[in-house]
């Protein structure tokens, strides 16, 4: 089975810690996106690459940043974790750019405390 | 920038019985897809369905199929036969032709009652 696979599946981190949020796909796809998901809000674009070393803005980047250093894997960073972080992180690959469907990844619940 | 609105935060419907949600969505557009996901409660997200605005004709997959009304920038998703495995988050989400992002909605949460 083709997969997009997230590193953790929950994960609890301090306020002010650095974290890495890993996201792995076997498909040999060109985009990678990272969404945030809250109840009542939907699922927000944080950040999205087309290509190795290809990143761009989604809805709400602030407070991360992100790598891709390989095109198999797709990397979200908080540089100094807060409360507000708090929340379901869900990445997805598509095959080419304007290729219409995402493969979702089962998730990380990152908990800030 | 393109907007989708679900109006049910909730629904309840009977085993084997029909249920629909709905989906609105407001873009200048002219050529673009729309989809629903559904999320269940293992999280794992997985297309249910997709609809290209250029056809005329609503899509169907098995029990699910869709009412599109391209004017009305309405695109329903109908269950048909509800089954206790349909219980899941379903989200509408729009994607553009020319940009590699979609956008969703914020869901829908429909428990199939036994």
Not at chain 1, 58 to 86: C, H, M, W
Not at chain 2, 27 to 38: A, C, D, G, H, R
Not at chain 2, 78 to 106: E, P
Request: hydrophobic residues 30%; aromatic residues 12%.
């Amino acid at each position: 089975d083709v997969k997009v696979t997230q590193s953790s599946r929950y994960l609890v981190k301090r306020t002010g810690e650095k974290v890495f949020l890993e996201c792995v796909q076997d498909m040999d796809h060109e985009n990678m996106f990272w969404y945030r998901q809250d109840p009542g809000l939907g699922l927000r674009l944080i950040y999205f690459s087309y290509d190795v070393k290809m990143k761009e803005k989604g809805d709400i980047p602030e407070g991360y940043s992100v790598s891709r250093e390989k095109k198999e894997r797709f990397s979200l960073i908080l540089e100094s974790a807060s409360t507000n972080q708090t929340s379901m992180y869900l990445c997805a690959s598509s095959p080419a750019r304007f290729h219409e469907k995402l493969l979702f990844g089962s998730g990380t619940q990152l908990s800030v405390l | 920038a393109q907007t989708v609105t679900q109006s049910q935060p909730e629904m309840s419907v009977q085993e084997a019985e029909t249920v629909t949600l709905s989906c609105t969505y407001d873009t200048s557009e002219n050529n673009y897809y729309l989809f629903w996901y559904k999320q269940p409660p293992s999280r794992q997200m997985i297309l249910v369905i997709r609809q290209e605005a250029y056809k005329q004709q609503n899509a169907t997959e098995n029990r699910f199929s869709v009412n599109f009304q391209k004017a009305a920038k309405s695109f329903s998703l109908k269950i048909s036969d509800s089954q206790l495995g349909d219980t899941a988050m379903y989200f509408c989400a729009f994607k553009d032709t020319n940009a590699g992002k979609s956008t969703f909605g914020d869901g829908t949460t429909l428990t199939v009652k036994p």
